[in-house]
C-alpha cells in the first residue's frame, strides 16, 4: 500500500520560514494536500492541488511537489501557526494521509 | 457556507456496530462535484480514512476496514452514514465527516464526534 512519511517535529522562530516534507514514491505525479489541525479543532486544508489556496489561507502558506516530496511552506511564521500538519494524496482509488508533523513555533 | 454535523452514540460496547450520520447544510449530498467522506483519528494518534460515497451511492473503502464497513447516503435528508460492525477498542476514536472534492482535497469538515469502545 502507498505510504506517506513526515518528520514527526519541526521547530522555528516567530518570523522565520518553516518547511514540512511529505514524501510517497513519485508523489510529485500526483496530486498533494495539506491540512492544519490545532488542538482540539478539526484539520483544515491549507493546501490544495500541490500549490493552491482556499479562500481565507493567508498567503504564507505555500506548497510544491516534485519527485518523491511535497512541501508546505509557512513563511514569516506567527505563533498561531502552532499545529499539526498532515499531508494527503490518494493511490489508485484510496486515499493516504501522512503521519503527520508538530509544527513548534519556538 | 457548507457545514457538516456528525451525530451518534458517544459509547459502544465492543463487538457491536459503531452507527453515525453527518448532516449536511449549505450544500447537497446529491452534487455530482463531490464525496461525502469519513475520517476518523485515534487518541493522540493521526488521521485515518475511512471511505466515502458519492451521490450515486458509489462507495470506496479502505481495504484495512472494509469487511466491517458500511457507507450509506440518504438524500431525502441530506445526510450520508457511517456503519462499523464488530468494534473493538482500538476503534476508539474522533470520527469526522468531511466533503472530499474533484482534486481529492478534503475541504470542508465536521467538528467530531468522540466515540468510545467500552464495556
Known amino acids: 500500500s502507498y505510504e506517506l512519511t513526515q518528520p514527526p517535529s519541526v521547530s522555528v522562530s516567530p518570523g522565520q520560514t518553516a518547511s514540512i516534507t511529505c514524501s510517497g514514491d513519485k508523489l510529485g505525479e500526483k496530486y498533494a494536500c495539506w491540512y492544519q489541525q490545532r488542538p482540539g479543532q478539526s484539520p483544515l486544508l491549507v493546501i490544495y492541488?500541490?500549490?493552491k489556496r482556499p479562500s481565507g489561507i493567508p498567503e504564507r502558506f505555500s506548497g510544491s511537489n516534485s519527485g518523491n516530496t511535497a512541501t508546505l511552506t509557512i513563511s514569516e511564521t506567527q505563533a498561531m501557526d502552532e499545529a499539526d500538519y498532515y499531508c494527503q494524496t490518494w493511490d489508485s482509488t484510496t486515499v493516504v494521509f501522512g503521519g503527520g508533523t508538530k509544527l513548534t513555533v519556538l | 457556507q457548507v457545514q457538516l454535523q456528525e451525530s451518534g452514540p458517544g459509547l459502544v460496547t465492543p463487538s457491536e456496530t459503531l452507527s453515525l450520520t453527518c448532516t449536511v447544510s449549505g450544500g447537497s449530498v446529491s452534487s455530482d462535484s463531490h464525496y461525502w467522506s469519513w475520517i476518523r483519528q485515534p487518541p493522540g494518534k493521526g488521521l485515518e480514512w475511512i471511505g466515502y460515497?458519492?451521490?450515486?451511492?458509489?462507495?470506496n473503502y479502505n481495504p484495512s476496514l472494509k469487511s466491517r464497513l458500511t457507507i450509506s447516503v440518504d438524500t431525502s435528508k441530506n445526510q450520508f452514514s457511517l456503519r462499523l460492525s464488530s468494534v473493538t477498542a482500538a476503534d476508539t476514536a474522533i470520527y469526522y465527516c468531511?466533503?472530499?472534492?474533484?482534486?481529492?482535497?478534503?475541504?470542508?469538515w465536521g467538528q467530531g464526534a468522540v466515540v468510545t469502545v467500552s464495556s
Open positions: 468531511a466533503r472530499r472534492g474533484l482534486v481529492w482535497e478534503f475541504d470542508y
Open positions: 492541488q500541490d500549490g
Open positions: 460515497i458519492g451521490y450515486t451511492g458509489s462507495t
